[in-house]
T-cell receptor, first 115, second 111 residues
Framework: KAGVTQTPRYLIKTRGQQVTLSCSPI?????VSWYQQTPGQGLQFLFE???????NKGNFPGRFSGRQFSNSRSEMNVSTLELGDSALYLC??????????????FGEGSRLTVL | GQNIDQPTEMTATEGAIVQINCTYQ??????LFWYQQHAGEAPTFLSY????GLEEKGRFSSFLSRSKGYSYLLLKELQMKDSASYLC????????????FGKGTSLLVTP
């Protein structure tokens, strides 16, 4: 069973640009969550999508947005990039429904560097 | 919001036992998770506790006390490959299925 796939794995952008990251969840998983990981702050929750609807949102500015498609694939977008947006962006998938532990399966991440 | 605290760094010797503590404050506790993350890799699931007590899984065990807002991860017979970051995460009813993570404990296993 294929794992969570994130693309691209590495990218470099300059301040003011925008970026789109993609995540393909494990087959059958309907929930996709996005996290930002930095050395100082650890893993911080961005948002969660389930069946194409944003079900939860973390405490990030509106420059961070996302969406989920009917095949459960998800994208997140960051507009007007700032230096502080440099981080590892992790996507995690889960079944997303009750009756299970809700264990998250993480992708390898997309490492964004903003210059 | 939630406060999840765990030590930043720990060092232990190969073959020994180490306990990594995690304390949390949440209004609607709905499960506590431990993840392992090797440098440059994705976090991987280790354990899940929702009821008080000890869950054992091979060399790893996790304990939860909901009344104290406290959990620990116990690693026995440490191996060099256990050097990694260990992440404590809490699920809150108000956050649905999202997990809120602590900043992680970096464990170094020495020969």
């Amino acid at each position: 069973k294929a794992g969570v796939t994130q693309t691209p794995r590495y990218l470099i952008k300059t301040r003011g640009q925008q970026v789109t990251l993609s995540c393909s969840p494990i087959s059958g998983h309907r929930s996709v969550s996005w996290y930002q990981q930095t050395p100082g702050q650890g893993l911080q929750f961005l948002f969660e999508y389930f069946s194409e609807t944003q079900r939860n949102k973390g405490n990030f500015p509106g420059r961070f947005s996302g969406r989920q498609f009917s095949n459960s694939r998800s994208e997140m977008n960051v507009s007007t990039l700032e230096l502080g947006d440099s981080a590892l962006y992790l996507c995690a998938s889960s079944l997303g429904t009750g009756g299970n532990t809700g264990e998250l399966f993480f992708g390898e991440g997309s490492r964004l560097t903003v210059l | 919001g939630q406060n999840i605290d765990q030590p930043t760094e720990m060092t232990a010797t190969e073959g020994a036992i180490v306990q990594i503590n995690c304390t949390y404050q949440t209004s609607g506790f709905n499960g506590l998770f431990w993840y392992q993350q090797h440098a440059g890799e994705a976090p991987t699931f280790l354990s899940y506790n929702v009821l008080d007590g000890l869950e054992e899984k091979g060399r790893f065990s996790s304990f939860l006390s909901r009344s104290k807002g406290y959990s620990y991860l116990l690693l026995k017979e440490l191996q060099m490959k256990d050097s990694a970051s260990y992440l404590c995460a809490v699920r809150d009813l108000d956050s649905g299925y999202a997990l809120n993570f602590g900043k992680g404990t970096s464990l170094l296993v020495t020969p």
